[in-house]
C-alpha cells in the first residue's frame, strides 16, 4: 500500500516497491549474501532515504528546466503516484507528466545507486533485480565513478559549476594519509584540474571552534586554483550526531568561499554495520570502496567482468607489442611483479638466490622477455579456464565472495587477491620451467646469447611448459584440471658445485639429444650420430639451434654447451676433473668428426667414454686433498692432447699417477703411519680392478703398466700389513723395524705374481728378509761364510765361536776362521735354541717366521690365485704341492726356525690352507693328476692316510651345503651312492675321495634329518632309503658307513642315546659289533663324581644292607651303619638310587622286603616329606615318573640330575643367589609369580620402555599400548590417551582404533594392554610354550646363547624336581596353561631335551658330555657361600642382573674351559664296569684296506659340521682376534636386509618423483601395493621389483629384532596398503605399530646396522644417504656364504678324528675383505629422505607442519611489541598474513635455512619493504608464532567490527550456544582474568590449527565432544617445544568449560568469552 513521501512539504505517494531491498531477494548461494541487508547494500540508508533521493531528482530536473530522456525500459512502472504539485513547484517544462515522473524515478534511482557497495551490486542476478542486473551494473560501472575519490572529483569538476560543491564518501577502507594526499594532487593535476588540498582528521579536533576557525580559514583564504577539503572520521556509524554538526559547519562556512570549492567528508565505515547518515539536497552521496588512488591501476571492475584472468594478460601481451604501454597496462604488469613473491614461494629450490629480484628486473627492462613471458603465462590459464566452469565469473565466484571480501575489506584488493590467486600458479610453472640451474641469470645480463634465450623461451610450450604437461598428474575426479598450488624446479648436475648455466635451457637440449639417442650405448660417429642430428634438427629447440644466426656462432654454443653438459651428467670432485672431462671429450670428437661438429656428439662422446670418467671421478675422489699428483694429471692430459699422441685413457693416466704415488713414499716416511699407507692401498683396490677390467684389447700397453704397478704395491702392502705392523715397537729406537721394506722394491720387479721367476723373488726377498734377522741375532757374525764365501744364510756357531755356513761344517774338520784350526767334533750337531742368544731377540725372531706363515698365506691366496689374473705357472703349483705333500712323503717336516732355505713352515695348518686353494683353483686337473700319483707312490701308509683325508675334509667344506636338509632328496641320493660304496678301489685317486666326501655328508645329514622327522610320512620313506644302503654297503662288506653312523651320533648325542638307540627301529643305524658291546654299557654314575671316598663307603656299606634280612637286628644295625656313612640325606638318596634303584630292571634285583625295610626305617628319620615322597619313589616299583624311568638311559641320566640339583638346591638354610631355582621346587606357587630364568620379554614393553624414553627426553609423554578389536597391539604416545582416530593396517584389518572421539575413550573393541598383565607386559611364569614351537636358541639380554640355554635347562630340572611333590602347583606356574595336570611331566622333559640339543650344539659336544657339564656346573653351585638375604626375581631388572651375575659365577667357569673340565670328570668316573666302544669307533689306528680302499676305517671318521650356533659360541672367546666377524655374525640377518637399501632409496625417489601429490592418504590407504604395481608399471620401470625389495627388507628387519614377538603383526606383503611406501612426515604420533612402519624407520634401521658394524674406524669415510650404492653398503646374501668363508679358512690337525682350529686373524681379514673394506659411514637426518607429498598437503597447516621443527614461541615481550606496531585495520593485516603466508610458504620447501636469520630481513629481501611490525630480534625461527599473533589482532579487529571471524571453520562448528549453556559460560569464567585471555589465545588457536577447514585433521573432529576435553588434548598434543612443565602449567591455569559445551559451539563460546572479557577490561 503506497504510503506518503515523509519529506517536508512533499505529500507525494510512495510505493514499497521503489525500495531495492536485498532482503526479499531468493538468495540462491548462500555465500554471495551472508548478513545482506537493504542498510548494507545502500550504505547510509534510512526510513528517508527513499524520498530524499526523490526530492533530490526533483530538484535536479527542475533546475536543469528540460526533461531528459528517460534510459529505463518502456515497461517501467512509476513507482510514484497520486502526487500533487504546488504552486511553487510548477514547473516549466514540456511534456507528459508521466515522463517527467519516469525520468524523476531513474534519477532517484541513480542517487540510491551511488551509494551502493561493489559487492552487492555484482550479486543483484541472484536477487530479484535479476533481469535488471545488467544494466544495473552497468550504469554502477560506466556511468558513476566508485573506483577512487580521483576519478569521481575529475568527473564532477568538469561537470559542476556551484561554487560550493559538498560530497559525502563513505568507505571500508583506510582513511587517507600524506603519501595519499601527494598522489591524489598529483593526479587531479594530469587530468587538468590543479587543486589546492587540505586534509583533516575529525580525531584531531577536541572542541568545535577548533573545527570551525580552521574551516573558516580555508574557505576565506585565496586562491587561484580550485579548494578541495577533506574532512576524514573514523568509525562513521558510532558517530551520527558529530557528523550532523560538522555538515551544518560545513555548509555555514562555505557559504563565504571565494573560488569553487569542493568540501568531501570521508566517511570510514566498518564492513556489516549499519549507517543510517544518507544526506539528499546539496550532498552528493556515493560509496567509494576504497577512495585512495592505489598504486598500481588494475582494470576497471567492469573490465574485469568482462574478461577472464588470461584476458587480462592477452590485453597487457597485445598492448606489449606496441611501442608503449598505457598505464593500466603497465600497471598490469607491477602487479604481477608483485606476485612474484608468492610464485616463488611455493617453488621447492635446491638453489637459494634473488630469484625475484632478478625477475623484476628482466620484467621492467626487457621488452622481449616480458611479451614472451606474460604469453605462455596467457596460454596456461587460458587452457585452465577451458576445464573450470564459469571462469569468466572469477569476479563474483572468488573476489565479491563473502570470506573474502571481509579479509580483503575493500572490492579493489579482493580483486587483487582473487588475481593473484589466479596468476601465481601459472607463474609459478614458468618460473620453474625457465630458471634451472640459474637460467635467468643469463638473461639477466648483457650477453650475446640474449636472442639465442628468447627464441628458445618462445618455444617453451614445445618443450612441456603446456598445460596438460604439468597437470598430468593433478586431473580432479570430474575430469577438471587446475594448475598445481606446489613446484619444484627440476634438479640437474651431481657433485657438490653449485654450478649456473651458460648455455640457455642446456638441460632441455640435453634431455632432447638422450631422447632421440634412445638406450643405445653403442652409438657411435657414423651413421647413427647423424641420424639423431637431423632428428635433432627437427626438434623444436633444435630449430632454434640450426636456425642461420645461431649456426654461424657454433664453437660459442660448443663450448658453453660441454661446460653444462659436463655438470649436469658428470659428478666432478673438482674444477681439474671438470678441464680434464672436456678436454677429452671435446679432443675425441675433434678426432673423429670430420665435419661440422654439433652438440649431439658432445653427448656420443660421453655416452662412449662414461665408464672412463666414472672412473676417473672415483680415482680423484681418492687423490682429495693430493694437490700435486692431481696437478700432474692435469698436465699429463693437456702434454698429450697439445702434442697430437694418441689419447691414453684418462683414468689410466690418474690411477697409474695414484698407484705410482703409494709405490714411491720413502720407507721413511711410510714407516712413521704405516696402518694409513696401507688403508690408501686397500681404498685402491675396487677402482683398480674395475679399470683394469674395463679396457679394450688395443689398451694393452697401458693395461700391463697399471697391473704391474698396482700388483708389486699389494704384496708390498701386504707385506706392510702382515710383517711390519705387527711388529713390536723396539724401545731404543721407539720404532718399529723395517724388515728390509726398503731391499724390497729393488729386489721384487716382477709384476707377473703368477710366473715363476716373480713368485721366487717374493721367495727370495722373505729369504733375505730371514736372513738378515737371522745374523741379527748373532753378535760379529759375518755377513759371508769364510769357508765358501757365500752368503751366511744358515749360520753355525762353532765351540770357538766362529761362524761357518751349515755346508762347509760338514766338510771340514777344524775351523778354517782365521787360522784358528780348532777341531770340529763330528758329527756337529748345533742347536740355535740352546746357543746363547738374547731371549727377547729370539721371541722376536720366532714371531717373524709366524707373521711370514701368515703373509705367505695371504699372498698366494690374494695374489698368485687371484681370479682376476691369469693361472700360475706349472712351477708355482708343483712348489705349492711339495709343501701339501710334505716333500717326499714325510710325515714331519724337517723343519729348521734358522735354516734360511725354508721360507715357510709347512704345518699342517699351511698344508691344509694350501690344498682348498689348489682344488679350487682352475688348474685342479693338474692338481689332481699330481696328487694322484703322490698317493700311488707313497709308501708310507700314514702320510698316505693322512693326505687322503686331508683332501676329504677340504672337499666337505668346499661343497658340504649342497645337501641342503630335504628329506625327499637326500632320499633320491642315497641311491646315487651305493654303488660307489659297494664297488671295490684298490688305489686312491682324488676323484674318488671327493665322491666318498660327499656320499659321507649325504649319510650325515641324512641321519639329522631322521632323527628329526622320524614320525612323519616322508621321514619314514628316508628311513627305507638309508636301511637299503646301510645293507647293500654291509652285503658287499663294507661296513663303515654304519662305523660312520655310529661316530656321529657318539660326537653328537654320546653313548646314552646310542643305548637307548638299540631298543628302537632305528637300531638298523647301528653295526652289529657296536650294538652288541653296548648290551654291557652302564650309563657314568656322574654322582659319584663329589665326594668320591665317602661316596664309595656309602655304597660298600649299603651293600651290607642289602646282605641282611629284612626285618632282623643285624638290618637295622647295617643300616644305622649306613645312615651314618652317608655325609647327609640326599647322599643317602643318591647312594640309594645307584645300588638299588638302578638295579630294579635286572633279572635279580633287590627284593621287595629290604626295600619296604629300608623304606620304613629312613622314613623316620628322614627330615621333610620331600625327601620321604622321593625315598618311596626311588625304592618302590613304578613309582618315578616314566621320564625318570631307568630302563633307558635318558631316565637314569634325568634322574641324576634331578638329583644332584635336588641335592644342591634343597640343602636348607639361606639360598642367596640359588634361591629362584630353590624357590621352584620349594614354593611353587610364590615362584609363579615371579619372573623365570631365561623366560623372554615381551617386546610390547620393551618397545614400549623406548619409545617412553624417547618421550620423556622429547616432550615427558608417557605411551600406552593397545590393542585393536582383532588383536593387533599399537602404541599411543605423548599423553598416552585416545585422541585420534583411525583405522588399523595390519594385513588388511580395517577395524578403528584410537579414540572414539570423546577424550579418553577408546573405540568399541580397543583394549588397554599396558595395564593388563596378560598380554601387555612381560609375564611371570613359564610363558616359552611347548617345546617344539621353541626356535633355535639365541641370546637372551646379557646371556649368550649357551649360558642361555644351560641356565633354561636348570630352570627346567627346577621345574621338573618340583611336579614329583607338588604337580598342581607347576602346573599353575606354566602360561598358558596346559590342558591336564597329567601333561606337566612331558611337557618339561620335552624342554630338557631340547635345551640338552641346543646346549650340545652351541658347545659342540655329545649330549652326555654336556650332561656331564651340567653337573659340575651342579656341583659349582653347591660350593656357593649363601652369604646374604635370598635374591626373588620379583622385576625383570632384577632378573636381568641375577642372569648376568649367575652366568659368571656358576656357567662360565665351566663351559669357558669345558675340555679341561671334560677331562676331569670322566678320570673321577669309575667305568670299570662300562664298555668303552670308543675302541670300536677308533679310525687313527687301523690301516688302510688296500683290498677295498674305500672299506678303510680311516676315511670314514666323523668331523662335526660348523652351524651358526656353534660359530657364535666359538667367537664368544675369540672376539679380541675376530671382532668384526663376530659383528657380521650376530647382524647376519639384518644384513641381509641391508643389501635391499638402494632399491629403497630409488623407490622413495620415484614415488616421490613420478607420483608427487598424485594420492590423498584415503587413496593410499586403500589402494594395495599389487595394484599400484599392476596400474603403473608401464609409467615407472622396475616398480614391482623396487617394492618387493622394500617388503623383503621390512620383513627381515623385523625377524632380526623382533624374534619373540608375533610378527604377523606387522609383516608386509604385496596386499599391504601403498601408504606403508610413502613417507609421510605429517603422520599423526598416536598410530599402530604397523603405520608408524613408514620408510623412514627403515632407512634409518639400516643405516644404522651399517654406521655401528664401522664405529670402530673413527676415520671411516662418510657419505649422504643420497649418494648410497649398491657397492657402499654392507651386505650377504645368507648365513651359508658367512660359513664358507670360516671353513674356507678352517686349519686341519689330524689325530683321532679331524681336529679343526680357525685362523681368525685370517677370517677376520677375510670379512673385512670381503664386507667392510672400502664401505663408507652413510650420513643421515631426516630431511635427507624424501618424503611424499599427499594431496592434501598443499595447505597452510601442514606447511607449519612441515617447518615445525624448527620453530619456536616468541617472549611476551616482543609479542607485545609485534602487537602495539601493527595496524588496526583489517586490510593492512590481512596483506600481513599473506606475506608471512608466503614466508611460511618458503621455508616448507626451502631445505637447510638458518632460523636464527632476522625475519625482517628475510621479507625485506622478498618483497622490498621493510615491515614496520618487526624489530630484528624476531627470527625466522618465531614466523609461525608471528602469523599467530597477527591472525589473532585481525579476529580480534572483526569482532570490534562485529564481523564473523571464523569463515574458514566448518558450519557444525558454529552452533548457537542456548540461554543454559550461556549461563554456565558466565558463571565459570571470570572474564577480567588474565586467565581468561590465555583461554581466549589457546581457543584461537585450537580452532585456527585443528578446525580449519584445509587441516588435515579435520576428518577426525567430534563435533559432539566436550569442548574443554577437546581443547586439552590439542595442547597435550601440541608439538611445539615447550616442555612439559608449561604444558601443564597451562592446563592448569585454564578456566574450565562447561561440560555441555561441546566443539560444535566452539565459534560461539569464542566470540562469547571475547565479547565479555573485552568488555570488562575496557
Known amino acids: 500500500m503506497a504510503s506518503e513521501c515523509p519529506v517536508t512539504s512533499c505529500r507525494a505517494r510512495v510505493s514499497p516497491e521503489f525500495e531495492w531491498n536485498i532482503d526479499k531477494a531468493a538468495l540462491i548461494n548462500r555465500q554471495y549474501f551472508e548478513k545482506s541487508t537493504t542498510e548494507t547494500a545502500f550504505i547510509g540508508y534510512s526510513s528517508e532515504t527513499t524520498a530524499l533521493t526523490i526530492r533530490q531528482a526533483t530538484d535536479e530536473i527542475k533546475s536543469r528546466g528540460r526533461l531528459e530522456t528517460a534510459d529505463s525500459p518502456p515497461t517501467q512502472q512509476s513507482m510514484l503516484v497520486d502526487s500533487e504539485l504546488s504552486d511553487d513547484e510548477d514547473m516549466a517544462v514540456d511534456g507528459d507528466v508521466e515522463e517527467f515522473w519516469e525520468q524523476v524515478f531513474e534519477r532517484a534511482k541513480f542517487h540510491l545507486l551511488q551509494c551502493a557497495t561493489g559487492e552487492s551490486v555484482l550479486r543483484l542476478d541472484k536477487t530479484m533485480l535479476e533481469f535488471e542486473a545488467k544494466k544495473i551494473q ?70 568545535e571552534d577548533q573545527f570551525t576557525e580552521d574551516i573558516r580559514r580555508f574557505y576565506t583564504t585565496p586562491s587561484i586554483k580550485a579548494k578541495l577539503l577533506i574532512v576524514q572520521c573514523e568509525a562513521a556509524d558510532e558517530n551520527t550526531e558529530l557528523l550532523d554538526s560538522v555538515r551544518y559547519i560545513i555548509q555555514r562556512e562555505s557559504s563565504g568561499a571565494s573560488v569553487n570549492t569542493f568540501t568531501v567528508l570521508l566517511l570510514s565505515l566498518h564492513r556489516g554495520h549499519k549507517f543510517t547518515g544518507y544526506q539528499g539536497g546539496k550532498w552528493k552521496c556515493i560509496h567509494i570502496d576504497d577512495p585512495r588512488s592505489p598504486q598500481i591501476l588494475l582494470p576497471s571492475l567492469n573490465s574485469c567482468l568482462e574478461l577472464t584472468p588470461s584476458q587480462i594478460i592477452q590485453q597487457l601481451i597485445d598492448q606489449s607489442k606496441g611501442s608503449e604501454i598505457d598505464e593500466a597496462n603497465g600497471s598490469t604488469l607491477q602487479f604481477i611483479m608483485q606476485c612474484l613473491p608468492a610464485a616463488v614461494s611455493v617453488i621447492n629450490s635446491g638453489q637459494i638466490y634473488d630469484r625475484v629480484g632478478t625477475l623484476r628486473d628482466l620484467l621492467g627492462t626487457n621488452q622481449q622477455f616480458v611479451l614472451v613471458f606474460l604469453t605462455h603465462i596467457q596460454k596456461l590459464l587460458e587452457d585452465q579456464e577451458q576445464y573450470v566452469a564459469h571462469a569468466g565469473h572469477w569476479v563474483k565466484s572468488d573476489a565479491a565472495k563473502a570470506s573474502n571480501m571481509k579479509q580483503s575489506e575493500t572490492l579493489r584488493h579482493a580483486l587483487e587477491d582473487a588475481l593473484e590467486r589466479a596468476f601465481v600458479p601459472a607463474l609459478a610453472a614458468v618460473i620453474s620451467f625457465i630458471d634451472v640451474r640459474q637460467n635467468l641469470v643469463i638473461i639477466s645480463g648483457p650477453s650475446d646469447l640474449n636472442p639465442l634465450w628468447l627464441q628458445i623461451f618462445e618455444q617453451a610450450h614445445k618443450l612441456g611448459l603446456k598445460f596438460s604437461h604439468i597437470t598430468k598428474h593433478n586431473k580432479a575426479n570430474n575430469n577438471q584440471a587446475k594448475l598445481p598450488q606446489q613446484y619444484r624446479i627440476q634438479e640437474i648436475g651431481h657433485g657438490s658445485h653449485n654450478f649456473s648455466t651458460r648455455l640457455p635451457f642446456s638441460w632441455i637440449v640435453k634431455e632432447t639429444i638422450e631422447s632421440l639417442m634412445g638406450a643405445n650405448v653403442n652409438l657411435d660417429f657414423g651413421a647413427g650420430v647423424e641420424s639423431s642430428i637431423e632428428q635433432f634438427k627437427m626438434s623444436p629447440i633444435g630449430k632454434v639451434f640450426f636456425d642461420d644466426v645461431n649456426r654461424k656462432r657454433v664453437t660459442e654454443l660448443l663450448d658453453c654447451y660441454l661446460v653444462d653438459f659436463i655438470f649436469m651428467v658428470h659428478p666432478c670432485i673438482n674444477s681439474h676433473e671438470h678441464k680434464i672431462v672436456g678436454l677429452y671429450l671435446m679432443t675425441s670428437i675433434q678426432r673423429s668428426v670430420y665435419g661440422d661438429i654439433s652438440l649431439v656428439h658432445v653427448n656420443v662422446a660421453y655416452r662412449q667414454q662414461k665408464a672412463m670418467f666414472d672412473n676417473l671421478s672415483a680415482v680423484f675422489a681418492l687423490l682429495e686433498g693430493n694437490e700435486d699428483v692431481i696437478s700432474l694429471v692435469e698436465n699429463q692430459v693437456e702434454s698429450t692432447i697439445k702434442e697430437g699422441k694418441e689419447l691414453v685413457p684418462c683414468d689410466f693416466l690418474a690411477l697409474n699417477c695414484l698407484l705410482t704415488s703409494l709405490w714411491d713414499v720413502r720407507a721413511n716416511e711410510l714407516m712413521l703411519n704405516p696402518e694409513y699407507w696401507v688403508k690408501k692401498v686397500e681404498q685402491c683396490k675396487m677402482i683398480t680392478l674395475q679399470i683394469l677390467h674395463s679396457k679394450e684389447d688395443d689398451n694393452e700397453e697401458y693395461i700391463a703398466e697399471c697391473r704391474k704397478i698396482w700388483s708389486r704395491l699389494n704384496v708390498k702392502k701386504l707385506y706392510v700389513e702382515h710383517i711390519i705392523i705387527p711388529s713390536p715397537v723396539v724401545k731404543k729406537t721407539g720404532k718399529r723395524p723395517m724388515h728390509k721394506l726398503a731391499f724390497f722394491t729393488r729386489m721384487v720387479t716382477g709384476r707377473d705374481f703368477q710366473s715363476h721367476e716373480t713368485f ?46 751349515d755346508d762347509c761344517v760338514k766338510e771340514v774338520h777344524m775351523c778354517p776362521v782365521d787360522n784358528c784350526g780348532k777341531e770340529i767334533p763330528k758329527p756337529y750337531n748345533y742347536n740355535p735354541a740352546k746357543d746363547n742368544i738374547d731371549e727377547q731377540q729370539l721371541t722376536s725372531f720366532k714371531d717373524l717366521r709366524k707373521r711370514m706363515n701368515k703373509f705367505f698365506m695371504t699372498f698366494v691366496s690374494d695374489i698368485v690365485f687371484n681370479e682376476e689374473e691369469r693361472d700360475p705357472d706349472d712351477e708355482i703349483i708343483r712348489w705349492l704341492l711339495d709343501c701339501v705333500t710334505a716333500r717326499g712323503g714325510e710325515t714331519t717336516r724337517q723343519f729348521s726356525l734358522f735354516n734360511s732355505q725354508e721360507v715357510v713352515d709347512p704345518t699342517p695348518v699351511l698344508r691344509s690352507f694350501l690344498l682348498k686353494l689348489l682344488l679350487s683353483c682352475r688348474q685342479k686337473h693338474y692338481v689332481n693328476t699330481y696328487l694322484d700319483k703322490v698317493l700311488a707312490v707313497s709308501t708310507n701308509q700314514q702320510h698316505q692316510l693322512q693326505t687322503m683325508v686331508l683332501l676329504m675334509d677340504c672337499r666337505k667344506d668346499s661343497f658340504g651345503h649342497q645337501f641342503a636338509k630335504d628329506v625327499d632328496m637326500l632320499s633320491d641320493v642315497l641311491g646315487d651312492y651305493v654303488e660307489l660304496v659297494t664297488d671295490f678301489f684298490p688305489k686312491p685317486t682324488v676323484g674318488i675321495l671327493s665322491d666318498l666326501a660327499d656320499a659321507q655328508c649325504c649319510i650325515s645329514q641324512s641321519l639329522e634329518c631322521l632323527l628329526a622327522n622320524s614320525s612323519i610320512p616322508v621321514g619314514k620313506k628316508l628311513e627305507a632309503s638309508l636301511k637299503k644302503f646301510l645293507h647293500s654297503s654291509a652285503s658287499s662288506g663294507n661296513t663303515q658307513p654304519g ?58 656299606s649299603l651293600d651290607k644292607v642289602i646282605a641282611e634280612t629284612y626285618p632282623g637286628n643285624g638290618f637295622v644295625n647295617a643300616l644305622n651303619n649306613f645312615r651314618q656313612t652317608c655325609q647327609d640325606d640326599m647322599m643317602m638318596l643318591q647312594v640309594l638310587f645307584t645300588r638299588i634303584t638302578r638295579t630294579l630292571v635286572q633279572r635279580v634285583p633287590v627284593s621287595i622286603d629290604t626295600r619296604n625295610g629300608i623304606t620304613q626305617e629312613l622314613s623316620k628319620t628322614l627330615k621333610g616329606t620331600y625327601k620321604t615322597t622321593l625315598l618311596e619313589m626311588l625304592l618302590q616299583d613304578n613309582r618315578l615318573p616314566r621320564e625318570m624311568g631307568v630302563k633307558q638311559s635318558k631316565g637314569i641320566n634325568l634322574s641324576m640330575l634331578v638329583l644332584n640339583l635336588y641335592s644342591c638346591l634343597c640343602s636348607g638354610g639361606v639360598m642367596a643367589d640359588l634361591y629362584p631355582l630353590s624357590e621352584i621346587i620349594s614354593q611353587p606357587l610364590q615362584a609363579a609369580t615371579h619372573f623365570f630364568p631365561t623366560m623372554a620379554d615381551n617386546q610390547l614393553e620393551l618397545m614400549q620402555d623406548v619409545i617412553k624414553q624417547a618421550l620423556q627426553q622429547a616432550s615427558g609423554g608417557t605411551p600406552t599400548t593397545y590393542k585393536c578389536p582383532n588383536g593387533h597391539p599399537y602404541f599411543i604416545g605423548d599423553c598416552g590417551r585416545p585422541v585420534e582416530r583411525a583405522q588399523c593396517t595390519v594385513n588388511g584389518c580395517g577395524a578403528y582404533i584410537g579414540s572414539t572421539g570423546a577424550y579418553n575413550q577408546a573405540a568399541a573393541g580397543n583394549v588397554n594392554i599396558t595395564a593388563e598383565n596378560s ?43 618340583a611336579s614329583l611333590f607338588n604337580i598342581q602347583h607347576v602346573h599353575q606356574m606354566i602360561r598358558p596353561n596346559l590342558p591336564r595336570v597329567e601333561d606337566v611331566r612331558p611337557f618339561i622333559d620335552a624342554h630338557i631335551q631340547l635345551d640338552l640339543q641346543q646346549i650340545a650344539q652351541c658347545c659342540a659336544e655329545s649330549t652326555d658330555d654336556c650332561i656331564l657339564l651340567l653337573h659340575d656346573v651342579i656341583n659349582r653351585m653347591k660350593q656357593a657361600s649363601h652369604i646374604g638375604e635370598n635374591i626373588t626375581l620379583n622385576t625383570t631388572d632384577i632378573r636381568k642382573k641375577w642372569e648376568r651375575e649367575f652366568d659368571e659365577r656358576y656357567i662360565q667357569p665351566v663351559f669357558d674351559n669345558r675340555k679341561h673340565n671334560l677331562e676331569t670328570i670322566k678320570g673321577e668316573l669309575d667305568t670299570s664296569k662300562s664298555v668303552d666302544i670308543k675302541d670300536i669307533l677308533s679310525t687313527v689306528r687301523q690301516p688302510l684296506n688296500r683290498a677295498n680302499l674305500l672299506a678303510s676305517p680311516g676315511l ?387 580452532i585456527i590449527l585443528r578446525l580449519n577447514k584445509a587441516a588435515v585433521q579435520q576428518e577426525n573432529v567430534n563435533p559432539d565432544q566436550g569442548l574443554h576435553d577437546a581443547l586439552v588434548e590439542f595442547i597435550t598434543y601440541r608439538t611445539n617445544d615447550e616442555d612439559e612443565t608449561r604444558i601443564y602449567e597451562l592446563l592448569n591455569n585454564l578456566p574450565t568449560i562447561p561440560e555441555e559445551i561441546k566443539v560444535k559451539h566452539v565459534s560461539r563460546t569464542w566470540s562469547y568469552i571475547w565479547t565479555r572479557y573485552t568488555t570488562k577490561v575496557e
Open 760 to 805: 721366487q723373488q717374493v721367495i727370495d726377498f722373505l729369504r733375505a728378509a730371514i736372513v738378515d734377522n737371522i745374523q741379527n741375532l748373532y753378535s760379529n757374525c759375518p755377513k759371508a761364510c769364510p769357508v765358501c764365501e757365500k752368503a751366511l744364510d744358515s749360520p753355525i756357531r762353532l765351540p770357538c765361536n766362529h761362524f761357518i755356513c
Open 1319 to 1361: 598380554s601387555g607386559k612381560t609375564q611371570p611364569g613359564h610363558i616359552l610354550g611347548t617345546a617344539d614351537k621353541r626356535s633355535q636358541t639365541a641370546p637372551e639380554r646379557d646371556l649368550n646363547s649357551l649360558s642361555c640355554a644351560v641356565l633354561r635347562c636348570l630352570t627346567h630340572l627346577s621345574m621338573y624336581t
Open 1043 to 1100: 662305523y660312520l653312523i655310529a661316530r656321529q651320533l657318539m660326537a653328537s648325542r654320546g653313548e646314552s642315546f646310542i643305548k637307548d638307540l638299540v631298543n628302537t627301529s632305528l637300531n638298523f643305524l647301528l653295526p652289529d659289533d657296536v650294538k652288541h658291546d653296548l648290551e654291557s654299557f652302564d650309563v657314568p654314575d656322574a654322582l659319584s663324581v663329589t665326594n668320591q671316598k665317602h661316596y664309595r663307603e656309602s655304597i660298600s
Open 138 to 207: 552497468s550504469m554502477y560501472m560506466t556511468e558513476q565513478y566508485h573506483e577512487t575519490l580521483q576519478q569521481y572529483l575529475t568527473h564532477l569538476m568538469s561537470a559542476e559549476s556551484d561554487s560550493s560543491v559538498y560530497i559525502q564518501v563513505t568507505s571500508f577502507a583506510e582513511l587517507m594519509v600524506d603519501e595519499d594526499e601527494e598522489r591524489l594532487g598529483h593526479n587531479l593535476i594530469l587530468s587538468g584540474h590543479p587543486t589546492d588540498i587540505v586534509r583533516v582528521f575529525l580525531k584531531n579536533y577536541l572542541k
Open 1500 to 1886: 670314514w671318521a666323523y668331523r662335526r659340521p660348523l652351524t651358526v650356533p656353534a660359530l657364535q659360541n666359538l667367537l664368544v672367546s675369540t672376539c679380541k682376534e675376530a671382532p668384526r666377524l663376530c659383528d657380521v655374525i650376530n647382524s647376519s640377518e639384518k644384513l641381509m636386509a641391508l643389501k635391499y637399501l638402494p632399491d629403497i632409496l630409488n623407490l622413495m625417489r620415484l614415488l616421490n618423483g613420478e607420483f608427487h601429490s598424485k594420492f590423498s592418504r584415503a587413496k593410499a590407504d586403500s589402494l594395495t601395493i599389487r595394484d599400484f604395481c599392476d596400474q603403473y608399471a608401464t609409467e615407472a620401470n622396475g616398480i614391482r621389483r623396487l617394492t618387493n625389495s622394500y617388503i623383503s627388507s621390512w620383513n627381515l628387519m623385523l625377524q632380526s629384532s623382533n624374534k619373540s614377538m608375533t610378527v604377523t603383526l606387522i609383516l608386509m606383503n604385496i596386499d599391504s596398503p601403498l601408504s606403508q611406501l610413502l613417507y609421510d612426515r605429517h603422520a599423526p604420533k598416536s598410530t599402530t605399530k604397523s603405520q608408524i612402519s613408514t620408510p623412514f624407520q627403515l632407512v634409518n634401521f639400516l643405516v644404522d646396522i651399517q654406521n655401528k658394524l664401522l664405529a670402530y674406524d673413527d676415520n671411516r669415510q662418510s657419505i649422504k644417504l643420497s649418494s648410497a650404492n649398491s657397492s657402499h653398503v654392507i651386505s650377504i646374501e645368507n648365513c651359508d656364504e658367512l660359513l664358507d668363508l670360516v671353513l674356507a679358512h678352517g686349519e686341519y690337525e689330524l689325530r683321532e678324528t679331524t681336529s679343526v682350529t680357525y685362523n681368525w686373524p685370517a677370517i677376520e681379514r677375510e670379512v673385512i675383505h670381503r664386507y667392510i673394506s672400502n664401505k663408507p659411514r652413510i650420513e643421515f637426518s631426516r630431511d635427507q629422505l624424501p618424503f611424499y607429498v599427499y594431496q592434501e598437503d598443499f595447505n597452510l597447516h601442514n606447511q607449519m607442519q612441515t617447518i615445525n621443527d624448527s620453530q619456536e614461541f616468541m617472549s611476551a615481550d616482543l609479542q607485545a611489541s609485534i602487537i602495539k606496531m601493527l595496524s588496526m585495520n583489517v586490510q593492512t593485516l590481512t596483506h600481513n598474513l599473506k606475506e608471512l603466508r608466503i614466508v611460511i610458504n618458503f621455508l616448507s620447501v626451502m631445505k637447510h635455512v638458518e632460523g636464527d636469520n632476522s625475519l625482517l630481513e628475510y621479507m625485506e629481501a622478498t618483497f622490498g619493504r621493510v615491515p614496520s611490525y618487526l624489530t630484528n630480534d624476531i627470527k625466522l625461527k618465531h614466523v609461525v608464532h608471528v602469523w599467530l599473533v597477527v591472525k589473532f589482532t585481525q579476529t580480534d579487529l572483526l569482532m570490534r567490527k562485529h564481523q564473523e571471524p571464523f569463515d574458514d571453520i566448518s558450519a557444525e562448528c558454529r552452533e548457537i550456544l542456548n540461554a543454559t549453556q550461556h549461563e554456565e559460560l558466565k558463571l565459570q569464567c571470570q572474564f577480567n582474568s588474565p586467565r581468561t585471555k590465555q583461554l581466549l589465545q589457546e581457543l584461537f588457536r585450537f
